[in-house]
Protein backbone atom coordinates (compact mmCIF):
# COMPACT_ATOMS: atom_id res chain seq x y z
CA UNK A 1 0.00 0.00 0.00
CA UNK A 2 2.64 2.47 0.94
CA UNK A 3 6.36 1.67 -0.62
CA UNK A 4 8.78 4.11 0.67
CA UNK A 5 13.06 4.06 -1.28
CA UNK A 6 15.63 5.73 -0.24
CA UNK A 7 13.92 8.89 0.83
CA UNK A 8 16.48 11.46 2.01
CA UNK A 9 15.71 15.05 2.81
CA UNK A 10 17.98 17.63 3.79
CA UNK A 11 17.36 21.30 4.90
CA UNK A 12 20.22 24.03 4.45
CA UNK A 13 22.04 22.69 7.58
CA UNK A 14 21.44 19.36 8.48
CA UNK A 15 20.22 15.93 7.36
CA UNK A 16 16.43 14.91 8.89
CA UNK A 17 16.37 11.67 7.44
CA UNK A 18 18.64 9.86 5.43
CA UNK A 19 18.25 6.74 3.23
CA UNK A 20 14.73 5.65 4.64
CA UNK A 21 13.34 3.01 3.00
CA UNK A 22 10.28 0.47 3.65
CA UNK A 23 7.27 -0.64 3.03
CA UNK A 24 3.50 -1.00 4.45
CA UNK A 25 0.90 -3.26 3.33
CA UNK A 26 -2.46 -3.23 3.27
CA UNK A 27 -4.37 -3.33 6.65
CA UNK A 28 -1.10 -3.64 7.96
CA UNK A 29 -0.38 -0.36 10.72
CA UNK A 30 3.31 0.15 11.44
CA UNK A 31 5.05 1.75 14.43
CA UNK A 32 7.48 4.61 14.02
CA UNK A 33 9.51 4.95 16.69
CA UNK A 34 11.97 7.14 17.54
CA UNK A 35 13.42 9.78 20.26
CA UNK A 36 12.26 13.65 19.58
CA UNK A 37 14.01 14.90 16.30
CA UNK A 38 14.68 11.51 15.18
CA UNK A 39 12.92 11.91 11.90
CA UNK A 40 9.20 10.46 12.24
CA UNK A 41 7.30 13.51 11.59
CA UNK A 42 9.30 14.52 8.36
CA UNK A 43 9.26 11.14 7.15
CA UNK A 44 5.38 11.10 7.54
CA UNK A 45 5.35 14.90 6.36
CA UNK A 46 6.68 13.35 3.15
CA UNK A 47 4.70 10.32 2.92
CA UNK A 48 1.32 12.67 2.91
CA UNK A 49 2.77 15.01 0.36
CA UNK A 50 3.25 18.44 2.87
CA UNK A 51 7.15 18.80 1.74
CA UNK A 52 8.82 17.02 -1.03
CA UNK A 53 11.46 14.80 -0.27
CA UNK A 54 15.74 15.36 -1.44
CA UNK A 55 16.03 12.38 -2.91
CA UNK A 56 13.88 8.81 -3.28
CA UNK A 57 10.02 8.02 -3.48
CA UNK A 58 6.50 7.28 -1.86
CA UNK A 59 4.50 5.63 -3.56
CA UNK A 60 0.83 4.73 -2.29
CA UNK A 61 -1.66 2.56 -3.84
CA UNK A 62 1.07 2.69 -6.99
CA UNK A 63 0.68 6.78 -7.06
CA UNK A 64 3.46 8.78 -6.59
CA UNK A 65 3.37 11.44 -3.77
CA UNK A 66 5.39 13.67 -5.79
CA UNK A 67 4.02 13.32 -9.70
CA UNK A 68 0.67 12.41 -8.25
CA UNK A 69 0.21 14.45 -5.21
CA UNK A 70 -3.96 14.52 -5.09
CA UNK A 71 -4.50 11.34 -5.73
CA UNK A 72 -2.57 10.63 -3.00
CA UNK A 73 -3.96 12.48 -0.90
CA UNK A 74 -7.08 11.09 -1.58
CA UNK A 75 -5.81 8.29 -0.08
CA UNK A 76 -4.12 9.70 2.71
CA UNK A 77 -6.07 10.75 5.89
CA UNK A 78 -3.86 12.74 8.10
CA UNK A 79 -3.11 13.73 11.81
CA UNK A 80 0.08 16.22 12.23
CA UNK A 81 1.73 16.58 15.78
CA UNK A 82 -0.55 19.49 16.07
CA UNK A 83 -4.01 18.84 15.18
CA UNK A 84 -4.34 21.54 13.06
CA UNK A 85 -7.91 22.50 14.30
CA UNK A 86 -9.62 26.08 13.39
CA UNK A 87 -10.48 26.35 17.23
CA UNK A 88 -12.96 29.39 16.55
CA UNK A 89 -15.32 27.25 14.57
CA UNK A 90 -17.56 24.39 16.38
CA UNK A 91 -16.88 20.97 15.82
CA UNK A 92 -19.68 19.92 13.13
CA UNK A 93 -19.05 23.43 11.22
CA UNK A 94 -15.07 22.11 11.43
CA UNK A 95 -15.83 19.04 10.05
CA UNK A 96 -18.00 20.42 7.47
CA UNK A 97 -15.11 22.55 6.57
CA UNK A 98 -12.66 19.72 6.19
CA UNK A 99 -15.42 17.55 4.30
CA UNK A 100 -15.72 19.68 1.77
CA UNK A 101 -12.11 20.72 1.33
CA UNK A 102 -11.54 16.69 0.94
CA UNK A 103 -14.32 16.72 -1.88
CA UNK A 104 -17.10 15.07 0.23
CA UNK A 105 -20.18 15.07 -2.34
CA UNK A 106 -22.90 17.84 -0.88
CA UNK A 107 -25.21 15.52 -0.47
CA UNK A 108 -23.16 13.29 1.98
CA UNK A 109 -21.83 15.78 4.05
CA UNK A 110 -24.20 15.71 7.08
CA UNK A 111 -24.36 11.63 6.94
CA UNK A 112 -20.33 11.59 6.46
CA UNK A 113 -19.75 13.87 9.16
CA UNK A 114 -21.95 12.35 11.39
CA UNK A 115 -20.35 9.37 10.86
CA UNK A 116 -16.83 10.43 11.72
CA UNK A 117 -18.24 12.18 14.92
CA UNK A 118 -19.48 9.00 16.44
CA UNK A 119 -16.69 6.63 15.02
CA UNK A 120 -14.66 9.07 17.50
CA UNK A 121 -17.22 9.52 20.13
CA UNK A 122 -17.54 12.97 19.96
CA UNK A 123 -21.17 13.28 18.45
CA UNK A 124 -21.82 15.08 22.50
CA UNK A 125 -19.54 18.34 21.96
CA UNK A 126 -20.77 18.35 17.98
CA UNK A 127 -21.94 22.13 18.65
CA UNK A 128 -19.58 23.33 20.45
CA UNK A 129 -16.14 25.64 20.26
CA UNK A 130 -13.46 23.57 19.42
CA UNK A 131 -11.26 26.26 21.44
CA UNK A 132 -13.08 25.28 24.70
CA UNK A 133 -12.74 21.14 24.09
CA UNK A 134 -10.53 19.14 26.20
CA UNK A 135 -7.19 18.16 25.28
CA UNK A 136 -8.73 14.86 24.49
CA UNK A 137 -11.77 15.73 22.77
CA UNK A 138 -9.75 18.25 20.75
CA UNK A 139 -7.05 14.97 19.92
CA UNK A 140 -10.77 13.30 18.33
CA UNK A 141 -11.73 16.11 16.45
CA UNK A 142 -8.09 15.57 14.68
CA UNK A 143 -8.95 11.80 14.52
CA UNK A 144 -12.12 12.74 12.74
CA UNK A 145 -10.78 15.00 10.20
CA UNK A 146 -8.25 12.35 9.42
CA UNK A 147 -11.15 9.91 8.96
CA UNK A 148 -13.27 11.98 7.14
CA UNK A 149 -14.13 10.46 3.21
CA UNK A 150 -12.89 7.27 4.63
CA UNK A 151 -9.44 6.87 3.23
CA UNK A 152 -7.47 3.53 3.07
CA UNK A 153 -4.49 5.32 4.79
CA UNK A 154 -3.86 6.61 7.94
CA UNK A 155 -0.84 8.24 8.98
CA UNK A 156 -1.28 9.61 12.50
CA UNK A 157 1.72 11.52 14.29
CA UNK A 158 1.83 11.29 18.11
CA UNK A 159 -1.82 10.32 18.61
CA UNK A 160 -1.47 10.18 22.17
CA UNK A 161 0.84 13.08 22.90
CA UNK A 162 0.15 15.42 25.44
CA UNK A 163 -3.23 13.42 26.31
CA UNK A 164 -3.47 11.90 30.68
CA UNK A 165 -3.45 8.24 30.42
CA UNK A 166 -7.37 7.94 30.81
CA UNK A 167 -7.45 9.94 26.96
CA UNK A 168 -4.13 8.02 26.08
CA UNK A 169 -6.14 4.22 26.73
CA UNK A 170 -9.32 5.47 24.65
CA UNK A 171 -7.19 6.93 22.00
CA UNK A 172 -5.19 3.32 21.77
CA UNK A 173 -8.76 2.05 21.44
CA UNK A 174 -9.53 4.43 18.54
CA UNK A 175 -6.69 3.08 17.09
CA UNK A 176 -7.43 -0.94 16.83
CA UNK A 177 -10.63 -0.01 16.26
CA UNK A 178 -9.67 1.48 13.20
CA UNK A 179 -6.80 -0.92 12.59
CA UNK A 180 -8.86 -3.62 10.70
CA UNK A 181 -10.32 -0.83 8.29
CA UNK A 182 -7.23 1.13 7.30
CA UNK A 183 -3.57 0.74 6.96
CA UNK A 184 -1.96 2.69 9.41
CA UNK A 185 1.49 4.74 10.16
CA UNK A 186 1.42 5.82 13.12
CA UNK A 187 4.52 7.58 15.58
CA UNK A 188 5.31 7.96 19.23
CA UNK A 189 7.85 7.80 21.65
CA UNK A 190 6.04 5.85 23.87
CA UNK A 191 6.86 2.14 23.72
CA UNK A 192 4.04 0.52 25.17
CA UNK A 193 2.06 2.05 22.47
CA UNK A 194 3.41 0.39 19.55
CA UNK A 195 3.66 -3.37 21.61
CA UNK A 196 -0.18 -2.68 22.04
CA UNK A 197 -1.15 -1.11 18.91
CA UNK A 198 1.30 -2.63 15.93
CA UNK A 199 2.07 -5.25 13.69
CA UNK A 200 5.77 -4.12 13.18
CA UNK A 201 7.64 -1.40 14.58
CA UNK A 202 10.59 0.66 12.45
CA UNK A 203 12.81 2.34 14.90
CA UNK A 204 14.48 5.30 13.55
CA UNK A 205 17.23 7.15 15.04
CA UNK A 206 18.91 10.32 13.84
CA UNK A 207 17.00 10.09 10.53
CA UNK A 208 18.18 6.00 9.31
CA UNK A 209 16.34 3.50 10.55
CA UNK A 210 17.79 1.32 12.99
CA UNK A 211 15.82 -1.57 13.18
CA UNK A 212 12.51 -3.14 11.46
CA UNK A 213 10.06 -6.30 13.08
CA UNK A 214 7.25 -7.25 14.66
CA UNK A 215 7.19 -5.87 18.39
CA UNK A 216 7.86 -9.70 19.66
CA UNK A 217 11.30 -10.41 16.93
CA UNK A 218 12.49 -7.46 18.23
CA UNK A 219 12.31 -8.04 22.02
CA UNK A 220 14.08 -11.51 21.08
CA UNK A 221 16.01 -10.47 18.95
CA UNK A 222 17.88 -8.12 21.20
CA UNK A 223 17.32 -9.68 24.33
CA UNK A 224 18.53 -13.20 23.55
CA UNK A 225 17.92 -13.87 27.49
CA UNK A 226 16.47 -13.03 30.45
CA UNK A 227 17.34 -10.88 32.85
CA UNK A 228 16.95 -11.34 36.70
CA UNK A 229 17.58 -8.85 39.60
CA UNK A 230 19.26 -9.90 42.46
CA UNK A 231 20.46 -8.01 45.52
CA UNK A 232 22.71 -10.48 48.25
CA UNK A 233 23.87 -9.53 51.47
CA UNK A 234 28.21 -10.61 51.18
CA UNK A 235 31.58 -10.12 49.70
CA UNK A 236 30.61 -8.84 45.82
CA UNK A 237 33.43 -10.40 44.04
CA UNK A 238 32.92 -13.55 45.51
CA UNK A 239 29.46 -13.85 44.48
CA UNK A 240 30.18 -12.68 40.90
CA UNK A 241 32.37 -15.48 40.49
CA UNK A 242 30.36 -17.86 42.18
CA UNK A 243 27.26 -16.78 39.90
CA UNK A 244 28.78 -16.46 36.65
CA UNK A 245 29.73 -20.60 37.44
CA UNK A 246 25.88 -21.43 37.17
CA UNK A 247 24.77 -23.63 34.59
CA UNK A 248 23.02 -21.30 32.27
CA UNK A 249 23.64 -18.02 33.09
CA UNK A 250 25.42 -15.58 30.48
CA UNK A 251 26.55 -13.06 32.38
CA UNK A 252 26.57 -11.07 35.37
CA UNK A 253 26.79 -7.49 36.03
CA UNK A 254 27.44 -5.65 39.69
CA UNK A 255 24.92 -2.15 39.49
CA UNK A 256 25.02 -0.54 43.02
CA UNK A 257 26.71 -1.25 46.14
CA UNK A 258 26.29 -0.40 49.41
CA UNK A 259 26.53 -1.59 53.07
CA UNK A 260 27.46 -5.06 51.82
CA UNK A 261 24.78 -5.35 50.00
CA UNK A 262 25.10 -5.30 46.41
CA UNK A 263 22.57 -5.26 43.40
CA UNK A 264 23.33 -7.97 40.41
CA UNK A 265 21.75 -8.28 37.00
CA UNK A 266 22.33 -11.62 36.23
CA UNK A 267 21.45 -12.56 32.20
CA UNK A 268 20.40 -16.16 31.48
CA UNK A 269 20.66 -17.93 28.36
CA UNK A 270 17.17 -17.87 26.10
CA UNK A 271 14.52 -19.45 27.78
CA UNK A 272 16.77 -21.47 30.66
CA UNK A 273 14.98 -20.78 34.15
CA UNK A 274 18.06 -19.86 36.46
CA UNK A 275 16.08 -18.80 39.53
CA UNK A 276 16.03 -21.62 41.08
CA UNK A 277 19.97 -22.08 40.96
CA UNK A 278 21.01 -18.65 41.51
CA UNK A 279 18.63 -18.59 44.85
CA UNK A 280 20.42 -22.10 45.74
CA UNK A 281 24.07 -20.74 45.38
CA UNK A 282 23.83 -17.91 47.51
CA UNK A 283 21.61 -19.51 50.53
CA UNK A 284 24.41 -22.40 50.13
CA UNK A 285 27.24 -19.49 50.47
CA UNK A 286 26.00 -18.38 53.47
CA UNK A 287 25.21 -14.97 52.38
CA UNK A 288 21.78 -13.28 52.69
CA UNK A 289 19.54 -13.69 49.52
CA UNK A 290 17.45 -9.80 49.72
CA UNK A 291 16.06 -10.12 46.43
CA UNK A 292 15.52 -12.20 43.45
CA UNK A 293 13.27 -10.80 40.71
CA UNK A 294 12.74 -11.52 37.22
CA UNK A 295 12.63 -8.93 34.41
CA UNK A 296 11.79 -9.24 30.72
CA UNK A 297 13.49 -7.25 28.82
CA UNK A 298 10.76 -4.33 27.42
CA UNK A 299 10.68 -2.56 24.04
CA UNK A 300 11.85 0.31 25.99
CA UNK A 301 15.04 -1.79 26.93
CA UNK A 302 15.43 -2.65 23.15
CA UNK A 303 14.97 0.98 21.96
CA UNK A 304 17.96 2.06 24.43
CA UNK A 305 20.17 -0.37 23.45
CA UNK A 306 18.98 0.16 19.75
CA UNK A 307 19.25 3.96 19.61
CA UNK A 308 22.79 4.66 22.17
CA UNK A 309 24.46 1.57 21.22
CA UNK A 310 27.54 2.61 22.10
CA UNK A 311 27.67 4.25 25.14
CA UNK A 312 25.01 1.57 26.98
CA UNK A 313 26.82 -0.27 29.22
CA UNK A 314 28.34 3.58 31.20
CA UNK A 315 24.52 4.80 31.01
CA UNK A 316 22.65 1.48 31.83
CA UNK A 317 23.51 1.33 35.86
CA UNK A 318 20.24 1.23 37.63
CA UNK A 319 18.69 1.38 34.49
CA UNK A 320 17.77 -2.25 34.07
CA UNK A 321 15.34 -3.05 36.18
CA UNK A 322 13.03 -2.92 32.75
CA UNK A 323 9.27 -3.20 32.24
CA UNK A 324 8.13 -1.61 34.52
CA UNK A 325 9.59 2.20 34.29
CA UNK A 326 7.33 4.79 33.24
CA UNK A 327 7.35 5.64 29.16
CA UNK A 328 10.29 7.30 28.08
CA UNK A 329 8.78 10.93 27.42
CA UNK A 330 10.24 14.44 26.20
CA UNK B 1 -14.39 25.18 -7.42
CA UNK B 2 -16.34 23.35 -4.43
CA UNK B 3 -13.18 23.42 -2.30
CA UNK B 4 -12.69 27.24 -3.24
CA UNK B 5 -15.64 27.98 -2.09
CA UNK B 6 -15.38 26.53 0.82
CA UNK B 7 -12.16 28.33 1.46
CA UNK B 8 -13.93 31.81 0.90
CA UNK B 9 -16.24 31.23 3.24
CA UNK B 10 -14.55 29.90 6.47
CA UNK B 11 -12.16 33.03 5.17
CA UNK B 12 -15.21 35.12 6.07
CA UNK B 13 -16.69 33.62 8.93
CA UNK B 14 -13.31 33.61 10.39
CA UNK B 15 -13.55 37.50 10.24
CA UNK B 16 -16.90 37.69 11.66
CA UNK B 17 -16.17 35.41 14.73
CA UNK B 18 -12.96 37.17 15.54
CA UNK B 19 -13.61 41.09 16.40
CA UNK B 20 -11.35 42.07 13.46
CA UNK B 21 -14.50 42.34 10.59
CA UNK B 22 -16.05 44.46 12.89
CA UNK B 23 -13.41 46.57 14.33
CA UNK B 24 -12.68 47.22 10.84
CA UNK B 25 -16.05 47.59 9.93
CA UNK B 26 -16.91 50.35 12.45
CA UNK B 27 -13.21 52.25 12.00
CA UNK B 28 -14.06 52.09 8.42
CA UNK B 29 -17.61 53.58 8.53
CA UNK B 30 -16.88 56.27 11.29
CA UNK B 31 -14.47 57.56 8.98
CA UNK B 32 -16.28 57.71 6.47
CA UNK B 33 -18.91 59.46 7.47
CA UNK B 34 -16.57 62.03 9.19
CA UNK B 35 -14.98 62.58 6.17
CA UNK B 36 -18.10 62.82 3.95
CA UNK B 37 -19.42 65.66 6.39
CA UNK B 38 -16.52 67.66 6.15
CA UNK B 39 -16.01 66.99 2.68
CA UNK B 40 -19.74 68.08 2.18
CA UNK B 41 -19.66 71.30 4.43
CA UNK B 42 -16.14 72.30 2.75
CA UNK B 43 -17.67 71.74 -0.68
CA UNK B 44 -20.77 73.64 0.10
CA UNK B 45 -19.17 77.01 2.11
CA UNK B 46 -17.27 77.00 -1.36
CA UNK B 47 -20.03 77.18 -3.86
CA UNK B 48 -21.73 79.47 -1.26
CA UNK B 49 -18.76 81.83 -1.90
CA UNK B 50 -19.16 81.64 -5.85
CA UNK B 51 -22.71 82.53 -5.52
CA UNK B 52 -21.87 85.64 -3.61
CA UNK B 53 -19.22 86.30 -5.71
CA UNK B 54 -21.14 85.98 -8.90
CA UNK B 55 -23.87 88.23 -7.27
CA UNK B 56 -21.70 90.59 -6.53
CA UNK B 57 -19.98 90.82 -9.79
CA UNK B 58 -23.79 91.12 -11.30
CA UNK B 59 -23.31 87.42 -13.40
CA UNK B 60 -25.77 84.82 -12.23
CA UNK B 61 -23.86 82.02 -10.10
CA UNK B 62 -21.34 79.88 -11.96
CA UNK B 63 -22.81 75.62 -12.46
CA UNK B 64 -21.36 74.23 -9.87
CA UNK B 65 -21.03 70.33 -10.34
CA UNK B 66 -21.43 69.81 -6.34
CA UNK B 67 -22.19 65.99 -6.10
CA UNK B 68 -19.64 65.51 -8.64
CA UNK B 69 -16.82 67.10 -6.84
CA UNK B 70 -18.55 65.77 -3.57
CA UNK B 71 -17.88 62.33 -4.51
CA UNK B 72 -14.85 62.37 -6.13
CA UNK B 73 -13.04 64.03 -3.28
CA UNK B 74 -14.90 61.86 -0.67
CA UNK B 75 -13.67 58.49 -2.57
CA UNK B 76 -10.49 59.85 -3.50
CA UNK B 77 -10.21 59.82 0.63
CA UNK B 78 -11.59 57.03 0.85
CA UNK B 79 -8.82 55.41 -0.87
CA UNK B 80 -6.40 56.46 1.47
CA UNK B 81 -8.42 55.23 4.16
CA UNK B 82 -8.75 51.97 2.51
CA UNK B 83 -4.57 51.81 2.76
CA UNK B 84 -4.67 51.58 6.47
CA UNK B 85 -7.71 48.78 5.93
CA UNK B 86 -5.89 46.77 4.15
CA UNK B 87 -3.36 44.83 5.93
CA UNK B 88 -5.98 44.38 8.71
CA UNK B 89 -7.55 42.22 6.05
CA UNK B 90 -4.81 40.77 5.08
CA UNK B 91 -2.72 39.96 8.16
CA UNK B 92 -3.97 36.89 9.57
CA UNK B 93 -4.41 35.11 5.79
CA UNK B 94 -1.36 32.63 5.77
CA UNK B 95 0.25 34.09 9.23
CA UNK B 96 -2.36 32.19 11.17
CA UNK B 97 -2.63 28.95 9.27
CA UNK B 98 1.23 28.53 9.87
CA UNK B 99 1.19 29.73 13.46
CA UNK B 100 -1.96 27.22 14.76
CA UNK B 101 -0.36 24.59 11.86
CA UNK B 102 -3.36 24.17 10.31
CA UNK B 103 -1.57 24.66 6.88
CA UNK B 104 -0.71 21.55 7.39
CA UNK B 105 -4.16 20.41 7.00
CA UNK B 106 -4.40 22.89 3.72
CA UNK B 107 -1.60 21.33 2.18
CA UNK B 108 -2.15 18.18 2.57
CA UNK B 109 -6.09 18.18 1.34
CA UNK B 110 -6.69 17.03 -2.36
CA UNK B 111 -6.29 20.64 -3.59
CA UNK B 112 -3.92 22.18 -5.18
CA UNK B 113 -1.78 25.42 -3.50
CA UNK B 114 -3.31 27.35 -6.47
CA UNK B 115 -7.10 26.91 -5.17
CA UNK B 116 -5.84 27.63 -1.42
CA UNK B 117 -4.29 30.67 -2.55
CA UNK B 118 -7.31 32.08 -5.08
CA UNK B 119 -9.82 30.59 -1.71
CA UNK B 120 -7.89 32.97 0.72
CA UNK B 121 -7.69 35.69 -1.90
CA UNK B 122 -11.47 35.70 -2.63
CA UNK B 123 -12.27 35.67 0.94
CA UNK B 124 -10.22 38.88 1.35
CA UNK B 125 -11.81 40.25 -1.23
CA UNK B 126 -15.23 39.82 -0.11
CA UNK B 127 -14.59 41.28 2.42
CA UNK B 128 -12.71 44.37 1.05
CA UNK B 129 -16.04 44.19 -1.23
CA UNK B 130 -18.01 44.81 2.43
CA UNK B 131 -16.16 47.67 3.13
CA UNK B 132 -17.03 49.58 -0.19
CA UNK B 133 -20.38 48.94 0.17
CA UNK B 134 -21.15 50.29 3.61
CA UNK B 135 -19.56 54.16 1.76
CA UNK B 136 -22.99 53.72 -0.26
CA UNK B 137 -24.17 54.92 3.46
CA UNK B 138 -22.68 58.70 2.56
CA UNK B 139 -23.01 58.25 -1.14
CA UNK B 140 -26.96 57.78 -0.39
CA UNK B 141 -26.89 61.22 0.69
CA UNK B 142 -25.57 62.58 -2.50
CA UNK B 143 -28.28 60.48 -4.63
CA UNK B 144 -31.43 61.64 -2.24
CA UNK B 145 -30.71 65.52 -2.51
CA UNK B 146 -29.17 65.62 -6.16
CA UNK B 147 -28.54 63.96 -8.96
CA UNK B 148 -24.90 62.91 -9.46
CA UNK B 149 -23.61 61.71 -12.87
CA UNK B 150 -23.63 57.87 -12.75
CA UNK B 151 -20.62 57.38 -15.05
CA UNK B 152 -18.23 58.81 -12.92
CA UNK B 153 -19.08 57.29 -9.81
CA UNK B 154 -19.18 53.58 -11.19
CA UNK B 155 -15.58 54.04 -12.56
CA UNK B 156 -14.15 55.62 -9.27
CA UNK B 157 -16.07 52.53 -7.71
CA UNK B 158 -14.34 49.65 -10.34
CA UNK B 159 -11.00 51.57 -9.85
CA UNK B 160 -11.33 51.31 -5.72
CA UNK B 161 -11.98 47.49 -6.24
CA UNK B 162 -8.91 46.77 -8.88
CA UNK B 163 -7.17 48.94 -6.40
CA UNK B 164 -8.19 46.61 -3.39
CA UNK B 165 -7.77 43.66 -5.85
CA UNK B 166 -4.26 44.77 -5.88
CA UNK B 167 -2.97 45.38 -2.28
CA UNK B 168 -5.05 42.85 -1.11
CA UNK B 169 -2.64 40.29 -3.05
CA UNK B 170 0.35 41.91 -1.62
CA UNK B 171 -0.74 41.48 1.47
CA UNK B 172 -1.46 37.68 0.85
CA UNK B 173 1.62 37.22 -0.24
CA UNK B 174 3.35 38.97 2.48
CA UNK B 175 0.94 37.12 5.07
CA UNK B 176 2.67 33.84 3.79
CA UNK B 177 6.17 35.10 5.01
CA UNK B 178 5.61 35.08 8.76
CA UNK B 179 3.39 33.52 11.88
CA UNK B 180 2.72 36.49 13.59
CA UNK B 181 -0.03 38.26 11.99
CA UNK B 182 1.70 41.66 13.60
CA UNK B 183 4.46 41.32 11.57
CA UNK B 184 2.28 40.55 8.77
CA UNK B 185 0.15 43.47 8.89
CA UNK B 186 3.43 45.68 10.25
CA UNK B 187 5.20 44.63 6.65
CA UNK B 188 2.58 45.24 4.34
CA UNK B 189 1.23 48.72 6.08
CA UNK B 190 4.98 49.49 5.15
CA UNK B 191 5.46 48.27 1.60
CA UNK B 192 1.73 50.21 0.73
CA UNK B 193 3.52 53.03 2.12
CA UNK B 194 6.39 53.30 -0.06
CA UNK B 195 4.24 52.39 -3.24
CA UNK B 196 1.79 55.25 -2.29
CA UNK B 197 4.70 58.01 -1.09
CA UNK B 198 6.60 56.79 -4.00
CA UNK B 199 5.03 59.33 -5.44
CA UNK B 200 6.10 62.49 -3.30
CA UNK B 201 9.44 60.97 -4.25
CA UNK B 202 8.53 61.16 -7.60
CA UNK B 203 8.03 64.58 -7.76
CA UNK B 204 11.92 65.38 -7.14
CA UNK B 205 12.98 63.21 -9.39
CA UNK B 206 15.04 63.66 -13.04
CA UNK B 207 13.05 63.04 -16.14
CA UNK B 208 13.61 59.30 -16.48
CA UNK B 209 13.37 58.35 -12.72
CA UNK B 210 10.34 60.08 -12.50
CA UNK B 211 8.06 58.42 -14.74
CA UNK B 212 8.97 55.02 -13.50
CA UNK B 213 8.47 55.82 -9.89
CA UNK B 214 4.96 57.91 -11.14
CA UNK B 215 4.20 54.95 -12.62
CA UNK B 216 4.58 52.41 -9.78
CA UNK B 217 2.56 55.11 -7.60
CA UNK B 218 -0.64 53.15 -6.40
CA UNK B 219 -2.66 56.28 -6.12
CA UNK B 220 -1.96 58.24 -8.96
CA UNK B 221 -3.35 55.29 -11.05
CA UNK B 222 -6.71 55.77 -9.53
CA UNK B 223 -6.25 59.88 -10.81
CA UNK B 224 -8.26 58.41 -14.24
CA UNK B 225 -10.82 56.25 -12.44
CA UNK B 226 -11.94 59.11 -9.87
CA UNK B 227 -12.32 61.53 -13.28
CA UNK B 228 -14.54 58.76 -14.64
CA UNK B 229 -12.05 57.72 -17.62
CA UNK B 230 -11.46 54.66 -17.99
CA UNK B 231 -8.52 53.58 -19.31
CA UNK B 232 -6.61 50.36 -19.82
CA UNK B 233 -3.05 51.11 -18.57
CA UNK B 234 -4.25 51.59 -15.29
CA UNK B 235 -6.81 48.27 -15.86
CA UNK B 236 -3.73 46.67 -16.48
CA UNK B 237 -1.43 48.05 -14.03
CA UNK B 238 -3.73 47.17 -10.79
CA UNK B 239 -4.93 43.26 -12.26
CA UNK B 240 -0.79 42.77 -13.41
CA UNK B 241 0.21 44.19 -9.50
CA UNK B 242 -2.59 41.29 -8.91
CA UNK B 243 -1.24 38.80 -10.77
CA UNK B 244 2.19 39.31 -9.80
CA UNK B 245 1.89 39.14 -6.23
CA UNK B 246 -0.38 35.67 -6.13
CA UNK B 247 2.42 34.53 -8.29
CA UNK B 248 4.90 35.40 -5.22
CA UNK B 249 2.40 34.13 -3.26
CA UNK B 250 2.50 30.54 -5.19
CA UNK B 251 6.26 30.78 -4.79
CA UNK B 252 6.30 31.21 -0.95
CA UNK B 253 3.77 28.23 -0.45
CA UNK B 254 5.78 26.06 -2.37
CA UNK B 255 9.35 27.16 -0.83
CA UNK B 256 7.32 26.65 2.44
CA UNK B 257 6.85 22.97 1.26
CA UNK B 258 10.63 22.52 0.64
CA UNK B 259 11.72 24.53 3.95
CA UNK B 260 9.03 22.53 5.74
New interface residues.
Given amino acids: MITVENLTKRYAAKTAIEGVSFQVERGEVLGFLGPNGAGKTTTMRIVTGYMPATEGTVKVDGFDVFDQPLEVRRRIGYLPENPPLYTEMSVSGYLRFVAKIKGVANANLDGEVARVMDKVNITDVKDRIIAKLSKGYKQRVGIAQALLNDPPVLVLDEPTIGLDPKQIQEVRELIKELAGKHTMVLSTHILPEVEQTCNRVIIIDKGKIVAVDTPQNLRAQVQGADRISLEVEGPASEIVAKLRSVPGVAAVKTLQQNDGRTRFQVESQLKQDVRRELARTVIQNGWGLLELRASTMSLEDIFIKLTTAETETAASTEEMDGGDRPPLQG | M??I???V??EL??YF??PVAYVVLTIFVFLSGLFFQTILSQVMQYAMMQAMQGAQMGRGGMAIDMPGIISRQFLQTMSVILLFMIPMITMALFSEEKR?????????????DFQVIIGKFLGAVAFFVILLVTTWIPMAVLYIYGHPASGPIFSAYLGLFLYGLALLALGLFISTLTENQIVSAVISFGAIMVLWLVDVVAQRAEAGTKDVLTYLSILSHLDDFMKGVLSTSHIIFYLSLMGFALFLTYRSIDSL????
Avoid at chain 2, 100 to 112: D, F, K, Q, S, Y
Fill in positions: RNLAIERRTISRGTIELLLTAPITRWRG
